[in-house]
């Protein structure tokens, strides 16, 4: 079956402007979660969705937002973009909310802010 | 969220075993160990995981002490494609993986 699919895979902005980046979990998958990803800071979780309802959020400023829809798939928002935000954002789905197992990831949308 | 150490490097011989520790001394009950690993800034790969009981599956083996404050990732037959950064974390029911440094597996020919 296809994978956590994850658009676009790059992009270039500049500061200030906003990006929106996309996640479509595996079919059937209903939670779907975020990290983003720098040299300096690693692995960060941003936020997780279950059933279009926020149900975690990480320690990340206002500018960062998401949401899901009621097939699953679900975007994220940066606004007004700083050169820190360059990363890799990964997405990440599994089955459901009490779910143990595992959380797939997609390949990651990585952004570059000049 | 319970929080995980690990080594930040370790090497391999090819063909080799390799043991990778991770100390998760403040895990609470409920919460499972994982492993993920990630290759060339790919996304993260599961690899195992497990709440009390040592784990097999085709990829590795996962063996948690039984005071579970520590457990062991392993590799039986380390292959070139092995080298990646491999990360333990403890988790719940929930997406949230805290993710720490990791261990670079260097594996060499």
């Known amino acids: 079956k296809a994978g956590v699919t994850q658009t676009p895979r790059y992009l270039i902005k500049t500061r200030g402007q906003q990006v929106t980046l996309s996640c479509s979990p595996i079919?059937?998958?209903?939670?779907v979660s975020w990290y983003q990803q720098t040299p300096g800071q690693g692995l960060q979780f941003l936020f997780e969705?279950?059933?279009?309802?926020?149900?975690n959020k990480g320690n990340f400023p206002g500018r960062f937002s998401g949401r899901q829809f009621s097939n699953s798939r679900s975007e994220m928002n940066v606004s007004t973009l700083e050169l820190g935000d360059s990363a890799l954002y990964l997405c990440a789905s599994s089955l459901g909310q009490s779910y143990t197992g595992e959380l797939f990831f997609g390949e990651g949308s990585r952004l570059t802010v000049l | 969220d319970a929080k995980t150490t690990q080594p930040p490097s370790m090497d391999c011989a090819e063909g080799r075993a390799a043991n990778l520790p991770c100390n998760h001394s403040?895990?609470?009950?409920?919460?499972?160990v994982y492993w993920y690993r990630q290759i060339h800034s790919q996304g993260p790969q599961y690899i195992i995981h497990?709440?009390?009981n040592n784990e097999t599956n085709e990829m590795a083996s996962l063996i948690i002490t039984e005071d579970r404050k520590s457990s062991t990732l392993i590799l039986p037959h380390a292959t070139l494609r092995d080298t990646a950064v491999y990360y333990c974390i403890v988790r719940w029911n929930t997406g949230k993986l805290i993710f720490g440094q990791g261990t670079t597996l260097q594996v060499k020919p």
């Open positions: 969705y279950f059933s279009e309802t926020q149900r």
């Open positions: 403040t895990i609470s009950g409920n919460e499972y």
């Open positions: 079919s059937g998958h209903r939670s």
């Open positions: 497990g709440l009390k």
